[in-house]
């Protein structure tokens, strides 16, 4: 049984007007339970479009969002949230820079936390401190500090904890790493891969890293113009390489995938 | 007057303005969001404890405010969440609309005194002062000290207090559940509280509620102590807020929630001091508003001008490296 389905997503944006953007084109996709998608696609392509739809950022024209079963295409985004995780490229989006560590780990929980009468008690402070000590980034000893003192790294690596914690069907990420310093983003990315990996959560990554998004993940996808144009998974991803991936594209699209943030290697 | 009088007179003004300015914390700092509906809230309140104190309810009256300073907030807060009016805008709409309302409260005239007529001994129609919380109070406190001159000044001091000590404390605590906490994020990260699955536009509702309740209370507790209210008390009195909040927060800083909390109070009284003294140097009345209003520019251009001094420090030790 699939985990997320898909069918036949249609955005346009400002219909009938010269800016008219078909954002979405008839996406459809089947991803199955555990799976780890990375998705690649020039700017414009409609990643992010797509995680919106998910999302519940804005009304589809057209096609279902059926999640673990049950048909959430005209659910409200925060209702959404229930059970989808997202993390964006801007750390300073996943976390409230005014409240505590362990407030902002509170907050995020409240959706799966037994019922108590202040948001922040012993029992799950207790659950928070263990979480945080697994990121050995020293945030455990650190519980009280307002988060807004904290490094977009560590932030970032904060908010992924808030994302997961409520244990989600389906977890989206948007370039988390990509405002990092390489250093720290191949922090954060390692313990994407093992946050992911421990707790068998069902994951799309957009990426602009070509190496990392053939290396990373069970699966990989990628988008042109509002459409899934490639989809690779398996042995076949397995044997595939940067320029064989790129040459797929352009037999598939009669162009070259590029632009100026897409890398390579 | 002495100075102890006028101290007395200036705490216990500000102790009634306390819960406004706890109210101008919540709206501008905890939700970050502008509320202009707080001039009207404040008369709202005054109006409708009014009208309930002269039925004989002076306890009940309080209360009434508390909930219809909460009915003007839920407005405030539907227009600025589900018809996504401008916050600014969603705030004069509702503070122009309840001008109306506030005059229909007063029963068409734009100052109502809390007395009745009443039949004396011989027929006659005299004017009866309503009974007030105050009022009782003293009597009360006439009671336990034994003291018939009981200070009134003392007595409304004292009982001023122990509400917005009450007002302070569970405010305080209640921003430290689940509620009040999603309360602090909407104003923080509104972002961040839909992906946690909270609905923040119920939030930042309750929010704008609470906040113009603890406005309307204070419009009801300056009703009760003066004995009338007036239509058109409450024009400048977000800016009377802010200014509040704002010394405080020289003293207490805002750090966090409860310090916020305790910043407003005592910014208060400390704005109530500043103006006795404005009086004592024989300031007309009439430049109340002024002053406020300097305050506040005042205290919003430190970190500017703060900052501009630093820009020129460096400027000078680099021209001299």
């Known amino acids: 049984m699939s985990s997320l389905s898909l069918v036949g997503l249609q955005k346009t944006f400002e219909p009938g007007t010269p800016n008219a953007k078909v954002a979405l084109d008839r996406v459809s996709l089947e991803i199955a339970d555990g799976d780890f998608i990375t998705l690649l696609g020039s700017n414009g392509a409609g990643k992010s479009t797509l995680f919106n739809a998910i999302l519940g950022k804005f009304r589809l024209d057209r096609g279902k969002i059926i999640l673990d079963g049950e048909d959430i295409t005209r659910l409200k985004d925060y209702r959404r949230a229930y059970h989808i995780g997202c993390l964006y490229q801007n750390p300073l989006l996943g976390t409230a820079p005014n409240m505590t560590i362990e407030e902002n780990l509170a907050l995020a929980y409240t959706r799966k936390a037994s019922r108590s009468f202040f948001a922040v008690n012993r029992r799950d402070t207790a659950y928070f401190r263990d979480l945080l000590r697994e990121l050995h980034l020293g945030l455990e000893d650190r519980m009280k500090t307002r988060m807004g003192l904290l490094s977009g790294g560590q932030r970032q690596a904060a908010s992924l904890l808030m994302a997961t914690i409520a244990e989600p069907k389906l977890l989206l990420l948007d370039e988390h790493t990509a405002a990092l310093d390489p250093a720290t983003a191949e922090q954060v990315m390692a313990l994407t891969r093992r946050i992911v990996a421990e707790r068998h959560l069902t994951c799309m990554m957009i990426t602009h890293n070509m190496q990392a998004a053939l290396e990373v993940g069970t699966r990989t996808l990628v988008m042109d113009s509002g459409r899934v144009v490639l989809d690779v998974a398996g042995e076949e991803r397995a044997a595939l390489s940067v320029p064989q991936l790129l040459e797929m594209f352009q037999q598939k699209t009669q162009r070259s995938l590029d632009n100026d943030r897409m890398l390579l290697g | ?321």
């Open chain 2, 1 to 321: 007057m002495s100075i102890l009088a006028l101290l007395l007179s200036a705490l216990s003004q500000g102790m009634i303005y306390a819960p406004m300015a706890m109210g101008v914390f919540i709206a501008f700092q905890v939700l970050n969001t502008p509320d202009l509906t707080i001039d009207g809230s404040f008369v709202a309140g005054m109006c409708a404890c009014a009208v309930v104190t002269i039925a004989g309810h002076p306890g009940l009256a309080l209360l009434c405010s508390l909930l219809v300073g909460a009915a003007a907030g839920w407005i405030t807060g539907m227009l600025q969440t589900k018809v996504g009016i401008n916050p600014i805008l969603s705030g004069i709409l509702t503070m122009t609309g309840l001008y109306t309302v506030n005059f229909v409260l007063l029963g068409g005239q734009s100052n109502l005194y809390l007395q009745r007529m009443e039949l004396n001994s011989v027929g006659a129609q005299t004017q009866v002062a309503s009974d007030t919380v105050y009022k009782s109070f003293r009597t009360l406190m006439i009671g336990l000290s034994g003291n018939r001159r009981f200070d009134s000044n003392l007595s409304a001091l004292i009982l001023t207090a122990l509400i917005v000590a009450a007002a302070a404390a569970i405010l305080a605590m209640f921003f430290f559940t689940r509620t009040g906490m999603a309360i602090r994020a909407t104003g923080d990260n509104e972002q961040m509280v839909r992906s946690s699955s909270i609905n923040a536009d119920r939030s930042r509702i309750l929010g704008i509620m609470i906040s113009n309740a603890l406005v309307a209370f204070s419009g009801a507790l300056l009703c009760e102590q003066q004995r009338y209210a007036d239509l058109n008390f409450g024009s400048g009195m977000l800016v009377v807020g802010l200014a509040s909040v704002i010394i405080g927060q020289v003293f207490f800083g805002r750090r966090s929630v409860t310090l916020g909390i305790v910043s407003a109070v005592a910014g208060s009284l400390v704005y109530r001091i500043i103006l006795q003294v404005a009086y004592k140097v024989e300031m007309p009345s009439y430049a109340v508003k002024l002053l406020s209003a300097v305050i506040v520019v005042i205290a919003l251009s430190i970190p500017r001008v703060k900052r501009l001094i630093a820009e020129r420090r460096a400027e000078r030790e680099e021209d001299a490296a």
